[in-house]
């Protein structure tokens, strides 16, 4: 999760905290300096200390991780502005001193751990305390621990270091609750969708073929041959239902089973899964109507064409009469325009 921001550390008022950290060390230092038995040495500690403030805090805080080359170059500068201010700074006896730039010290292991660089943070700490410590005067062969500030340093890596891990792991947490809550919803729809779809169907078959199903339950006479049309001519429609999906409209059901009483042969294929525009289905209903009252023999097949294709519908009569020409229905996708062939 690297390349990703992180609004935590985006916050709006994080350059103004970290300028006046860095501040208030330099302002008292520009006193310091006119003390200084070593002027020289102290300025440039002062001018890389500012350069690797600005570096660090100027920056637009947008919560993404700092470039590499700004990072590796205030990481110097500020290496460069402790050993030149420990240069500059006669090394003394007194227990629990600081240098000049200990808050500023502070404050560029926040700025880094905040622009999520902790490995840097790390190394300017490293860097800073090897300098410390090679400071410290041996007396009477005890080697005396005279600053003691880079404890607080260390912590504060450790602090922006396991925000930034505790900020991953309570972002995978969301993501993978906000993942288990979406497939949860997508399971409840579909299933939702699978009941309507199911009762949908149920109310279908009801409407299609619930008198004849009643008939054959309680009617115990001989079943004539017009039962048996009306049977094979209700199968038929159940057949388009299935088949013919979106376009099967009761009343495209109607007109087909009146054209099948008639002995046409009728098929309505559905290839496109999705109704289609009501321009469409209108022109379907004309279409099919008028051919179908023309039509004397032969076969009848209404095809919904796969989304995409230009045709939303085709329509096809070839009564099988060798000296007639199949008559073709082609109805435009969206906006349901006929052209005949």
């Given at each position: 999760?690297?390349?990703?921001?992180?609004?935590?550390?985006?916050?709006?008022?994080?350059?103004?905290?970290?300028?006046?950290?860095?501040?208030?060390?330099?302002?008292?230092?520009?006193?310091?300096?006119?003390?200084?038995?070593?002027?020289?040495?102290?300025?440039?500690s002062m001018v890389a200390y500012a350069l690797a403030g600005a570096i660090v805090a100027l920056p637009r805080w947008d919560g993404s991780q700092f470039p590499v080359l700004p990072t590796a170059l205030a990481s110097v500068l500020f290496l460069v502005a402790a050993q030149q201010g420990y240069s500059a700074t006669p090394v003394t006896?007194?227990?629990?001193?600081?240098?000049?730039?200990?808050?500023?010290?502070?404050?560029?292991?926040?700025?880094?751990?905040?622009?999520?660089?902790?490995?840097?943070?790390?190394?300017?700490?490293?860097?800073?305390?090897?300098?410390?410590?090679?400071?410290?005067?041996?007396?009477?062969?005890?080697?005396?621990?005279?600053?003691?500030?880079?404890?607080?340093?260390?912590?504060?890596?450790?602090?922006?270091?396991?925000?930034?891990?505790?900020?991953?792991?309570?972002?995978?947490?969301?993501?993978?609750?906000?993942?288990?809550?979406?497939?949860?919803?997508?399971?409840?729809?579909?299933?939702?969708?699978?009941?309507?779809?199911?009762?949908?169907?149920?109310?279908?078959?009801?409407?299609?073929?619930?008198?004849?199903?009643?008939?054959?339950?309680?009617?115990?006479?001989?079943?004539?041959?017009?039962?048996?049309?009306?049977?094979?001519?209700?199968?038929?429609?159940?057949?388009?239902?299935?088949?013919?999906?979106?376009?099967?409209?009761?009343?495209?059901?109607?007109?087909?089973?009146?054209?099948?009483?008639?002995?046409?042969?009728?098929?309505?294929?559905?290839?496109?899964?999705?109704?289609?525009?009501?321009?469409?289905?209108?022109?379907?209903?004309?279409?099919?109507?008028?051919?179908?009252?023309?039509?004397?023999?032969?076969?009848?097949?209404?095809?919904?064409?796969?989304?995409?294709?230009?045709?939303?519908?085709?329509?096809?009569?070839?009564?099988?009469?060798?000296?007639?020409?199949?008559?073709?229905?082609?109805?435009?996708?969206?906006?349901?325009?006929?052209?005949?062939?």
């Amino acid at each position: 999760m690297s390349s990703s921001t992180r609004a935590v550390f985006a916050h709006r008022y994080m350059r103004i905290i970290l300028l006046a950290a860095f501040c208030a060390p330099f302002v008292a230092a520009v006193g310091y300096l006119r003390e200084s038995t070593r002027p020289v040495e102290f300025a440039v500690s002062m001018v890389a200390y500012a350069l690797a403030g600005a570096i660090v805090a100027l920056p637009r805080w947008d919560g993404s991780q700092f470039p590499v080359l700004p990072t590796a170059l205030a990481s110097v500068l500020f290496l460069v502005a402790a050993q030149q201010g420990y240069s500059a700074t006669p090394v003394t006896l007194q227990a629990g001193q600081t240098p000049w730039f200990h808050l500023g010290f502070i404050a560029l292991l926040f700025g880094l751990g905040m622009r999520r660089r902790p490995g840097w943070a790390f190394v300017v700490w490293l860097g800073v305390s090897v300098l410390s410590v090679s400071r410290w005067p041996v007396v009477n062969g005890v080697i005396m621990p005279i600053e003691a500030y880079h404890v607080v340093g260390i912590a504060m890596v450790l602090v922006t270091w396991m925000v930034e891990r505790q900020y991953d792991f309570f972002q995978r947490r969301r993501q993978d609750t906000q993942r288990l809550l979406a497939t949860a919803r997508s399971h409840d729809e579909a299933e939702k969708g699978m009941r309507y779809a199911s009762n949908r169907r149920v109310d279908e078959v009801r409407r299609l073929a619930g008198g004849l199903l009643e008939q054959i339950a309680k009617d115990s006479s001989e079943v004539t041959d017009y039962d048996v049309q009306q049977f094979r001519l209700t199968e038929a429609q159940l057949r388009d239902s299935i088949r013919g999906r979106s376009i099967a409209t009761p009343y495209v059901l109607e007109l087909t089973r009146a054209a099948r009483a008639r002995g046409i042969s009728v098929d309505i294929l559905d290839e496109r899964g999705s109704v289609p525009s009501p321009e469409v289905m209108e022109a379907t209903a004309q279409q099919l109507a008028a051919i179908l009252a023309a039509a004397e023999s032969g076969a009848v097949t209404v095809r919904a064409l796969p989304p995409g294709d230009p045709t939303a519908v085709f329509i096809v009569h070839d009564s099988q009469d060798p000296d007639a020409d199949p008559v073709a229905v082609e109805i435009a996708d969206g906006t349901g325009a006929v052209s005949v062939f």
